[in-house]
C-alpha cells in the first residue's frame, strides 16, 4: 500500500527556515514522481516542487526559486523540502504526492498536481509578518 505522509509545518516568522519531511512507504521512492504542492485559503492548489526521475529534472515553482530546496534519502524513503527567507505568502497547507508515471519535472508540478495518484495528509505552514 503506498502511503505519504507530511510532518515539520508550523509558525514561523517571516524571514525563518523550516524544514517539511515526507515519509514514503509502499513503493521505491528512487523511481517514482513525487513533489511538494500547497494550498493557500481561497487560493487553488500549486506546485512547489517536483522532482522526476525519468529525465532527473527538477521544477520550482518562480515564487520559491532560490528560498525553497527539494531532496530525497532513498535510504530513509522521504523526502524534505527545506523552506528558507520564508514568507507571509508562503502561508498554505503543504503536500506531498507521488505518482509512478514519470513525467519530467514541470509536468505535474505545473498543473498543480492534477492527475497525480497518491497524496499525504498536509501539514500546515504559517509564516508570520
Known amino acids: 500500500e503506498v502511503q505519504l505522509q507530511a510532518s515539520g509545518g508550523g509558525l514561523v516568522q517571516a524571514g525563518g527556515s523550516l524544514r517539511l519531511s515526507c515519509a514514503t512507504s509502499?513503493?521505491?521512492?528512487?523511481?517514482?514522481?513525487i513533489g511538494w504542492f500547497r494550498q493557500a485559503p481561497g487560493k487553488e492548489r500549486e506546485g512547489v516542487s517536483c522532482?522526476?526521475?525519468?529525465?532527473?529534472?527538477?521544477y520550482y515553482a518562480d515564487s520559491v526559486k532560490g528560498r525553497f530546496t527539494i531532496s530525497s534519502d532513498n535510504a530513509k524513503s522521504t523526502v524534505y523540502l527545506q523552506m528558507n527567507s520564508l514568507k507571509p505568502e508562503d502561508t498554505a497547507v503543504y503536500y506531498c504526492?507521488?505518482?509512478?508515471?514519470?513525467?519530467?519535472?514541470?509536468?505535474?508540478?505545473?498543473?498543480?498536481?492534477?492527475?497525480?495518484?497518491?497524496w499525504g495528509r498536509g501539514t500546515l505552514v504559517t509564516v508570520s509578518s
Open positions: 509502499g513503493f521505491t521512492l528512487d523511481d517514482w514522481y
Open positions: 522532482i522526476s526521475r525519468s529525465d532527473g529534472t527538477t
Open positions: 504526492a507521488a505518482d509512478a508515471i514519470n513525467y519530467s519535472g514541470s509536468y505535474y508540478c505545473s498543473r498543480g498536481g492534477a492527475g497525480m495518484d497518491y
